[in-house]
């Protein structure tokens, strides 16, 4: 009996497209669960967000910060990444009381997938820093 089969290899981690998109989507029902649930007005939860959902200035960076394709934007998107989860780990909102089971999942939802946005976009970020020290010198 064979133990592995051949050619076997991990699956791909996801894309920073991929996370982001997913992330946006979990943001977004997030915004809506705490409108429908009276937790915040329309345009304060938008812009500051809520106990279910990111400020918008969040989901800017990080949209910007992943399309941009550059080491300027995968910076950025890995700032407001940091941001969101240090926000989640240490602003009292994550679990808080008299949130919904179904509220609380948002948040692990968001939180899980900004974590691996950002394991997505440090290994972008690597991956191109070994490319530029393994690329020929340029000749004139």
Known sequence: MESAL???TMPPMPTPRTALILLLLLNAVGYV???ATGLVDPLPGLLNGSKTNAPLVIWAAQTVGVLLHRRAGTVLALLA????LAAAAFDGDLGAGGLGAGQVAIQLGIAAVTAVLWAALAVQLAGRRL???EAPPATA
Not at 81 to 84: A, G, R
């Open 81 to 84: 990444c940091t941001v969101s």
């Open 131 to 133: 490319r530029e020290r």
């Open 6 to 8: 051949p050619g076997a």
């Open 33 to 35: 669960v705490a409108l």
